[in-house]
């Protein structure tokens, strides 16, 4: 689990993600399952904390580490994306 501060944080991770060509499915709003190398999935969970921080959980190895692992980035491109679409469709 790592707290998502800045987008600077993801650069690396968005790089790996976009090489490994993965596929994130939309389980519900927040919650996404990355597929892994080896065809396994992750599950993602994008959510904010009480504090309003944003927190991330996946269910990888690095991620237990507190690394900003490359499901995360996947999960958190399609999050960032579909949270837009909603704050637009609420205006
Ligand atoms: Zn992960």
């Avoid at 927040?30 to 080896?38: F, M, N």
């Avoid at 959510?47 to 999960?75: D, F, Y």
Wanted: aromatic share 8%; proline share 0%; hydrophobic share 40%.
């Amino acid at each position: 689990m790592f707290i998502l501060e800045s987008k600077a944080q993801l650069e690396k991770a968005i790089a790996k993600a976009m090489k490994t060509h993965t596929q994130v499915k939309f389980i519900s709003f927040g919650t996404y399952a990355v597929k892994g190398t080896k065809g396994n999935f992750y599950t993602v969970i994008c959510e904010r904390s009480e504090r309003g921080e944003k927190v991330v959980k996946c269910g990888c190895k690095g991620a237990e580490k507190g690394l900003v692992c490359w499901h995360s980035a996947a999960a958190l491109s399609l999050h960032i994306g579909i949270a837009r679409q909603r704050q637009t469709a609420t205006k």
